[in-house]
Each structure stands twice: as structure tokens, then as C-alpha cells.
């Protein structure tokens, strides 16, 4: 799908395909070392090209999993992804995680790929989704609120980032 951003920059949102690991694996690089709301240090990001490959098919061929990316032209410059479990206990619900560069943050951007994560997410017939994010990360949580998630809870001390620990707040939309 095609979308204009605020700014008026054109942008491309889609499965990510196998094709895209190399630039995949060179957005998570620089995402890590832009972003302390993401789960990795910037050194922490190990995985090679035919790893992400792999982690792309996989997302590709399962009914529990949705992988995006958002490119303008060839750079990927958002990702957007949910998984989820066979268990049929859980098999219900995906968690979910999104990133957008820094350049492009503010734009509407993370409002878009939240909707085509839950568009997803009905599709494949899941009845909930649910998050976990900085408590700190105000715009982010408006933006969660905005599209229906509620505070559930808060895992005290969930984050450990420059020396200090972060308290995460866990969010949950029904479907």
C-alpha cells in the first residue's frame, strides 16, 4: 500500500519478502544504535543475512506471524511485526512491536503501521493483541491509546537502559 506522510514523503507499506534482508539486517543495525525504547543494545543485533531470511520465510509461512516493512524508495525505514503461538490456549493473541527512524518519526507513520498490524490481526482471526513499552514513551502510548489499546499493567524494572531500570507498561487491545 501506498501512503503520503505528513511531510509529504510517499512511503510503501508491505510483507517484507526474502529480498529484503539485506536492508533489513542494515535498518535493525542502525534502529539499535538510534532507539533506547527497542529491547537491543546497539551491539546486541547479531543477525547475518541468510538469518534474517530466515526470520522473514518464517514469518511468511505462518498463520501466527505478520512481518512489514515501509520503505521509501529502496530504504527501509520502518518495521512493524506481530507474533504469535500454536498453543490453543494462546493461539488467540499476537504481540506486537514496531520501529520507525528517527527522520520519520512524527509523521503518522507509526499510526499506519499500527492499522495494518491489526487489519492483520483480524484477519487471521486473532481476538487480541498486546505490547509491552517504555513507561516513559509518552508519545507512543498516546498513540496505543488512541487506537483502542488499555493499560493492563506494568512489569516493574522490565527495562535496564544507561545504567537505570525503566518500569514497562503492558498494553491490550480486544479485537
Excluded: W
Amino acid at each position: 500500500m501506498k501512503y503520503t506522510l505528513k511531510n509529504g514523503c510517499k512511503v510503501i507499506l508491505r510483507d517484507a519478502q526474502i529480498s529484503d534482508a539485506k536492508n533489513l539486517v542494515e535498518y535493525m543495525r542502525k534502529i539499535n544504535a538510534e532507539s533506547k525504547n527497542l529491547m537491543r543494545e546497539p551491539d546486541e543485533f547479531k543477525f547475518t543475512i541468510k538469518q534474517e531470511e530466515k526470520f522473514i520465510q518464517m514469518a511468511l509461512d505462518s498463520p501466527n506471524a505478520c512481518f512489514m516493512v515501509v520503505l521509501d524508495d529502496n530504504l527501509v525505514i520502518s518495521t512493524a511485526e506481530f507474533q504469535g503461538n500454536n498453543l490453543r490456549r494462546v493461539n488467540h493473541r499476537v504481540s506486537l512491536g514496531i520501529s520507525v527512524l528517527e527522520d520519520y518519526q512524527n509523521l503518522g507513520l507509526g499510526r499506519i503501521v499500527m492499522e495494518a498490524l491489526i487489519k492483520r490481526a483480524i484477519e487471521l482471526q486473532k481476538t487480541k493483541m498486546d505490547l509491552e513499552v517504555r513507561i516513559d514513551n509518552l508519545s507512543a502510548i498516546h498513540l496505543y491509546e488512541s487506537l483502542g489499546f488499555e493499560k493492563e499493567g506494568i512489569i516493574r524494572n522490565g527495562f535496564f537502559v544507561d545504567n537505570n531500570y525503566i518500569d514497562l507498561l503492558v498494553m491490550g487491545k480486544l479485537l
